[in-house]
């Protein structure tokens, strides 16, 4: 092998994560190379997505605004969507006043997730006999408005609560 054809290969190799160094004749196993290839890729997209959602604060947010729905279900004579999105936004907004980060994302992902599943759960004749494109659509916007603005207004209230009172002068 020639200089140059050892420059190129290590070139291929550092350039790129497949392996181009195998001969014609050898035998690799292709299950640990797709393996490899699939893990590279997916890590990939994990550290690009690792920064834009955080899935912990997807799950407290969902689960503060499973509590709100309950919790707000419990008011008597109320429509169950508008009790949904209620309590949605009484997740969030306890959620927002509670993190310490910005997760418009995450609330509205928890909005999003809660909103079309209390829909069709409160609705499931009607979603099992095929209206659901209609509550689906109804519980995905209003959860992601309520989520939205839930957290909005919560981290408005901790910024506040916390910001240091300056006296008039």
Request: glycine residues 12%; negative net charge; proline residues 2%.
């Amino acid at each position: 092998m020639s200089e140059r054809e050892k420059e190129l290969e290590r070139d291929l190799q550092t350039d790129t994560e497949f392996d181009f160094s195998t001969e014609f004749g050898s035998v690799q196993n292709e299950t640990e190379t797709t393996t490899q290839a699939t893990e590279a890729e997916s890590g990939r997209v994990r550290s690009r997505l690792g920064s834009v959602v955080n899935t912990k604060a997807i799950v407290a947010a969902a689960l503060l605004s499973l509590l709100g729905v309950f919790l707000v279900g419990l008011v008597p004579l109320v429509p169950a969507v508008v009790t949904s999105i209620l309590g949605i936004f009484v997740g969030v907004f306890l959620y927002g006043t509670v993190a310490r980060d910005s997760r418009y994302v995450e609330s509205g992902l928890a909005g999003v997730l809660v909103g079309a599943g209390s829909a069709l759960w409160s609705y499931f004749p009607l979603s099992v006999l095929g209206a659901s494109t209609t509550l689906l659509g109804i519980g995905v916007v209003g959860g992601l408005v309520a989520g939205i603005a839930g957290h909005y207004f919560g981290r408005d209230l901790r910024d506040g609560m916390t910001r240091d009172i300056e006296p008039k002068q």
